[in-house]
């Protein structure tokens, strides 16, 4: 039996299958949507089609953005000699917050996983060794510190090597007001590792 | 500086300020539906639309329905003697889903809250008493057991009792699975002055 009514339950359907959505939160929107005003109703869902519609991929490197070269890309300001590889727009942010890299980026759009079939071809690779072909200094590589963003990063690391390009890996170590009791062991070695002469 | 093009911006913004969406979940979610086929961020888009457009309190128990009576009190295998008084729409669907219920509802869409300035003109109690001046044999409070909830069951209750209608409000006490260590000393209490002789 159908408890709502089906425009209530097709919108519940709908919100649930987003991600971090269960049933519950679902409904919980469902019903905020339901008892908002009607234009900031209508906002959201323009604004949901209006990024599905205008969003692109920026032809240079590949993040998200409204425009064919994103403003980074097309910026003067940014050393075009250094390339820093991200797996996604997400990531890219999080280093323009801190706002003192000057270089470029190069948005994979996914990692390498074997296991679901996502192999080099499948992520923006062969674009990034075509831009390289161009004046480029040094590579960054900083895609996640997880299996697949590590095989990933070997994998460019591999290949860029012969071509004389330097190739580097962002540090894996302690975060900064880590407590070094919670952190786990592998993250503990690098840091190790990785330690710096004072 | 915008680190986001607008229309990811403005839709990051408008999807974090839903109930329980957060800054981080709000860039997931707005990722995830950049990413998602063109027709399924439309389908996500006017199921928000439709539903807001469409749907409508029911004339008679003020359930969110997109009919002018919901098909609970157009129903007639429901007892319309028997009104269960409850906060919204989402209670009254708990109970559906027990589906052992058979009166109507009567939908109160909030609760007293002096301290909001919600007082009894600002929820559906003046549409229930004129339910109650046809043939009602009883109405089964099923507020939440909070403070608003007590209070405004108290309320409704006092101005019934003289009509000589039944009142009752459901049983509060121990969830069934309930472990009684985790439980609050005032449902405890509540658990032991309800106890039933067996």
Not at 139 to 165: Q, R
Not at 178 to 188: A, N, P
Request: negative net charge.
């Amino acid at each position: 039996m159908e408890y709502y009514s089906k425009q209530i339950s097709d919108l519940i359907g709908e919100l649930s299958s987003l991600p971090g959505v269960g049933s519950k939160s679902a409904q919980r929107i469902a019903f905020h949507i339901l008892n908002m005003p009607k234009d900031r109703a209508s906002s959201l869902a323009s604004a949901i089609s209006n990024a599905r519609e205008n969003v692109k991929f920026c032809k240079t490197c590949f993040t998200l953005t409204d425009q064919d070269i994103c403003p980074i890309c097309s910026s003067n300001k940014r050393n075009k000699k250094v390339i820093m590889v991200v797996e996604d727009t997400r990531d890219l942010v999080a280093y323009e917050k801190v706002g003192k890299y000057e270089g470029v980026y190069h948005v994979l759009n996914g990692t390498m996983n074997p296991m679901q079939g996502i192999g080099p071809n499948d992520i923006r690779l062969k674009e990034l060794f075509e831009r390289l072909e161009g004046d480029v200094d040094e590579v960054i590589i900083a895609t996640n510190s997880t299996t697949e963003g590590e095989a990933t990063a070997m994998y460019i690391t591999k290949l860029i090597k012969p071509t004389g390009i330097k190739v580097s890996r962002i540090a894996s170590g302690v975060p900064v007001g880590g407590d070094l009791e919670c952190i786990d062991e592998v993250t503990l070695l690098r840091a190790l590792e990785g330690r710096k002469e004072l």
